[in-house]
């Protein structure tokens, strides 16, 4: 009998530890949102509550063990007793106490788990291995709400149509990627990872290899759907951007198939690594994945501009303080459309002009945005200094007053006088861009510019410069200082009963600087039924009684457009942060004047709900 309940101690004990040690898949899953931080310190991104709730694990670990030693220790002392009553006594105290604190250490592993589910339910975590993240860079709610939190965007869209067969891969991170992580250095190549190298005598230039094991591009229907992922999975070419957020991946051979059309999926693994070595999505498995359809045929149309701000057709004099932005009819390859002018960059200028044909480029950026469909430039010309905005950053002026001009350049063609719309590649001509030395699409064909704004575009690409976009603008002695608003949210605040595939639409009053949304979110509660965002831009014109109406003839609207329907029954907010700029770099201020907020109090600049508040509103599922 004694022999019996030293067994089913030691059982329990056993039994105890197996559930004391069971792994906690996606503890370290959990995101701070401190990504900037994190990437700015080289510091982990694990929250305190993991780390807390590690320790408590280990010391209970530690217990244990002594625990089950102690049980070890009372058994010895029973078998070797050989009938001698004092050392049987002592061993069954020793047992004794060991099962006593197999208890406690039992009890305080319940409460454990007790104390984490509590905090999931209030703080939406996932703590016990549910498979729910967080809304931010540890891996996202589920697959897909990783874009808008640590993807910005990428293309093709999630469940894209029609998508040509000779499109790349792009994806644009928000921190600063590792590219070591992602690809590997082509044989024979002597130039930096994410650069490509000419090879010279009229060869194609060397790029580096995916790593297909890191990024899976492959065919989900078509006749390879049956093979392995490991053989089907498509060998791409890379290359990325100067800040190491925008990777560029294109296939060696053309997609698809000219038979049939083929769907493919993209999946990230969480192998890829943030600029300082630290695993971009936590420590989840496969953390992002999308599907996309490929048509049978190949994209040789020339993009063409749609828009511009400030309006090609606008009579009126801007402030001095403004971007410029050029909107497209699809998707531009981001490289050949970014960069600084102070590092050379041309493929675009903004400049005064200063008599006849010569116009003085200002200085500043051109980044993409809007899914790749808008370039945006933004001065940063230290002699033309506006001081700082209400946010406390530093802005710069356009020259003032003055005449000025946004040109875009077309690429060269590979086959000048053919139909070819293709761009040439001239690496020696334009390392920074790839080769490319004007605006082209995805598929690398140059820009139906049409001149002055775009009149003659014929859906014909000329090359330079007869395909060049330009227009014209003045700019006045004036600043805009007028704060940007909400003027209107679908669907409204607190609305019940929102169809699952609704598409939320904020309009401002104001044109708006849409690089400025990167941190817009969008929180669910409860947070596993979190979906993946990105941000649609449109403008529409602006009414007479608008202030702003003296400076603009257009407003902007935002549309968070999510490629995983709604949870039926859970609560979405969407969140609008006051780092949110117009065109002219004024702050978004969300409770002054904003959709029912009509507070001045300068304590309480948040509008949560209709309400004015004194902190930011954020809500339980976040």
């Not at 990777?247 to 059309?261: I, R």
Request: glycine share 10%.
């Amino acid at each position: 009998m004694h022999r019996l309940r030293s067994v089913l101690s030691t059982g329990l004990l056993v039994v105890g530890l197996v559930f004391l040690f069971l792994p906690d898949p996606t503890l370290a899953q959990i995101d701070t949102q401190l990504t900037g931080f994190q990437e700015a310190t080289g510091l982990g991104n694990t929250d305190i509550r993991v780390t807390i709730a590690n320790i408590v694990r280990v010391i209970l670990g530690f217990l244990g063990i002594i625990a089950i030693l102690l049980v070890l220790y009372g058994g010895f002392l029973w078998m070797t007793a050989a009938g001698n009553e004092d050392q049987i006594g002592k061993a069954k105290k020793v047992l004794i106490n060991a099962g006593i604190g197999l208890l406690i250490i039992m009890s305080a592993f319940a409460i454990t788990q007790f104390v984490l589910t509590k905090l999931q339910e209030a703080t939406g975590t996932d703590l016990l291995g549910g498979g729910v993240g967080s809304a931010g860079a540890g891996g996202g709610f589920r697959s897909s709400a990783a874009l808008g939190t640590t993807i910005e965007s990428h293309y093709p869209e999630r469940n894209e149509k029609n998508v040509p067969r000779n499109a790349p891969i792009v994806i644009t991170f928000k921190i600063a990627v590792d590219p070591a992580s992602i690809m590997t250095l082509a044989k024979d190549k002597t130039t930096a990872l994410g650069t490509p190298q000419d090879a010279g005598a009229g060869l194609p230039p060397k790029y580096d290899d995916l790593k297909t094991d890191v990024i899976r591009i492959y065919p989900v229907t078509g006749a390879l759907k049956d093979k392995k992922i490991e053989e089907k999975s498509v060998a791409a070419f890379v290359s990325m951007t100067p800040d190491q957020k925008t990777f560029m991946f294109e296939p060696v051979v053309l997609l698809g198939s000219s038979a049939e059309q083929t769907e493919y999926r993209v999946e990230l693994s969480g192998a890829i690594m943030n600029s300082k070595g630290k695993p971009l999505f936590g420590n989840t498995k496969n953390p992002y994945d999308w599907n996309f359809t490929v048509s049978t045929l190949v994209d040789n149309t020339p993009p063409k501009v749609t828009g511009a701000f400030p309006a090609m057709s606008t009579t009126k004099d801007t402030p001095r303080n403004i971007a410029v932005m050029i909107n497209f009819n699809e998707p531009i390859f981001p490289i050949a459309a970014s960069g600084k002018v102070a590092d050379g960059f041309n493929n675009l200028v903004v400049g005064e002009v200063q008599g006849g044909n010569t116009i003085k480029p200002t200085l500043g950026t051109f980044r993409i945005t809007n899914n790749y469909r808008t370039i945006e430039f933004q001065a940063d010309d230290a002699s033309n200094s506006c001081g700082k905005n209400t946010c406390g950053k530093e802005i710069y002026c356009l020259p003032g007053p003055a005449q000025m001009q946004v040109l875009a350049r077309a690429a060269e063609l590979k086959s000048p006088g053919s139909t070819d719309p293709a761009a040439k590649i001239n690496l020696l001509a334009s390392p920074a861009t790839l080769g490319l030395t004007g605006v082209v699409d995805m598929a690398k064909n140059s820009l139906d510019g049409g001149g002055l704004n775009a009149a003659n575009a014929d859906g014909k690409a000329q090359g330079p410069t007869a395909d060049n976009f330009y227009f014209l603008f003045r700019t006045s002695g004036e600043k805009d200082v007028i704060i940007p608003r909400i003027l209107s949210a679908d669907p409204g605040i607190l609305k019940d009963g929102v169809a699952v595939d609704a598409q939320p639409k904020i309009q401002f009053s104001k044109p708006m600087l849409y690089s400025t949304f990167s941190d817009v979110m969008l929180y669910a509660d409860p947070v596993s039924n979190g979906v993946g965002f990105s941000k649609n831009f449109t403008e529409s014109a602006m009414g007479e009684d608008n202030p702003a109406s003296k400076f603009y003839d257009t407003q902007s609207a935002v549309t968070l457009y999510h490629g995983t329907a709604f949870a039926p029954e859970a609560k979405y907010s969407p969140h609008l942060p006051s780092t949110i700029m117009d065109a002219a770099y004024n702050c978004m201020y969300p409770a002054v004047d904003t959709m029912g907020c009509k507070d001045t109090d300068a304590s309480k600049p948040w509008c949560c709900n209709g309400n004015a508040s004194a902190s930011a509103c954020i809500p339980s599922g976040s």
